[in-house]
């Protein structure tokens, strides 16, 4: 079984400790939502495990691969694997839905290949059939810029399936949606979760949505893990305890404006 294991992860932006010494292990096929406050250290943690940024001591490995080490062509690869969904899309507008989709192949190309935008039939094929997983195959020539949010976040979702990842990294992927559209995106990841066994690691400032969807929840605090285990555990009891009554407040009211949970649909 492919293990994700934290040990000692650390992140000090000058004397703040966005992640402090956090210690983890995440099993291949988890569902995990990591919930906590603004400036809680959720988002530095999973660009920690993608790379994006470098840690300031503690490491990430993967199958007993150091990932804080790799470098180059290793370090490509490893992100090609670990694919990382973000609150705001980062969607080329101007191209067309399955163009951006094929965006997620470029890792495997040379440099020619890239700046051309030269994609396989069986590259095109991949992108259909992730499209089509994703209910968007109708705006496949569609210009990703006359789309809605939540369409564009179902289209970023395809481009991460196209990398073929063993992780799955969501940085608060319906932040900015509204709750049809929330639905949809939540859905489609617990459905590749569930269907690809894959691992889905996922930040949520909505406590209702990760109990819904997320086997297991890891509660941050200040840079540290509050809160590590089944989400039937996670009771509001447990969350005041972490957060204080201003934090459940603070919570509960994300989950009032913005959960998922039995809220009607609406049109994409």
């Not at 201003?246 to 994409?268: F, K, W």
């Amino acid at each position: 079984m492919s293990t994700l294991k934290i040990a000692g992860l650390s992140k000090h932006f000058g004397s703040t400790k966005a992640v402090d010494e956090i210690n983890l292990e995440i099993d291949s096929g988890e569902f995990v939502g990591v919930i906590g406050r603004s400036g809680a250290g959720k988002s530095t943690l999973l660009r920690l495990i993608n790379r994006l940024i470098e840690p300031t001591a503690g490491s990430v490995s993967f199958d007993d691969v150091n990932i804080t080490e790799l470098r180059s062509k290793e370090l490509r690869q490893w992100r090609r694997n670990c694919a990382m969904i973000f609150q705001q899309f980062n969607l080329v507008d101007r191209l067309d839905v399955i163009t951006n989709v094929l965006v997620g192949r470029i890792s495997e190309h040379g440099i020619l290949s890239s700046t051309t935008m030269r994609f396989s039939d069986e590259e095109r094929t991949m992108a259909v059939k992730a499209l089509d997983r994703l209910d968007m195959i109708p705006f496949a020539l569609q210009r990703a810029g006359t789309l809605s949010g939540g369409q564009q976040q179902r289209v970023a979702i395809a481009r991460a399936l196209v990398q073929n990842p063993r992780i799955m990294l969501a940085d608060e992927p319906i932040a900015s949606l509204d709750p049809g559209n929330a639905t949809r995106v939540m859905d489609a990841l617990r459905t590749i979760n569930e269907e690809d066994k894959l691992t889905v690691l996922v930040n949520l400032h909505t406590l209702d949505t990760a109990r819904e969807y997320c086997s297991r929840i890891i509660a941050m605090r200040q840079g540290q893990v509050m809160f590590d285990g089944p989400a039937q555990q996670l009771t509001d009891a447990v969350v005041r305890e972490i957060y204080g009554a201003d934090g459940l407040e603070e919570i509960n009211e994300a989950v009032t404006s913005t959960s998922i949970q039995n809220r009607p649909q609406v049109a994409a």
